[in-house]
Nanobody, 121 residues
Framework: QVQLVESGGGLVQAGGSLRLSCVAS????????MGWFRQAPGKEREFVAA????????YYADSVKGRSTISRDNAKNTVYLQMNSLKPEDTAVYYC??????????????WGQGTQVTVSS
């Protein structure tokens, strides 16, 4: 069992930056791939970024590629999402997830409660 707690969301102006963090409980964190997803009101949950268990491989949605960086620190059981040049369309609840997947929500077994990111224009 893995429990995930996100933090770092908030209100930011367009063009600003945020760093989301997700801390995992349990000893098996380093065996999981980790992903970030987001869900805006009235929309389906969508993939943002993912990172392999070792951190050696990363994946990004086209919408955030070049503006976001996913990283992890297995010693701290933490995965991060650095988001730069934020746009109003990045506004959503951001979720971290643990599993053995890449870009599809169904590939992930554990989910956090989410953190709200709001980007004002």
């Amino acid at each position: 069992q893995v429990q995930l707690v996100e933090s770092g969301g908030g209100l930011v102006q367009a063009g600003g930056s945020l760093r989301l963090s997700c801390v995992a409980s349990g000893r098996t964190f380093s065996s999981y791939s980790m992903g970030w997803f987001r869900q805006a009101p009235g929309k389906e949950r969508e993939f943002v970024a993912a990172i392999s268990w070792s951190g050696g491989t990363t994946y990004y949605a086209d919408s955030v590629k070049g503006r976001s960086t996913i990283s992890r620190d297995n010693a701290k059981n933490t995965v991060y999402l650095q988001m730069n040049s934020l746009k109003p369309e990045d506004t959503a609840v951001y979720y971290c997830a643990a599993g053995y997947g890449r870009t599809w929500p169904y590939e992930y077994d554990y989910w956090g409660q989410g953190t709200q990111v709001t980007v004002s224009s």
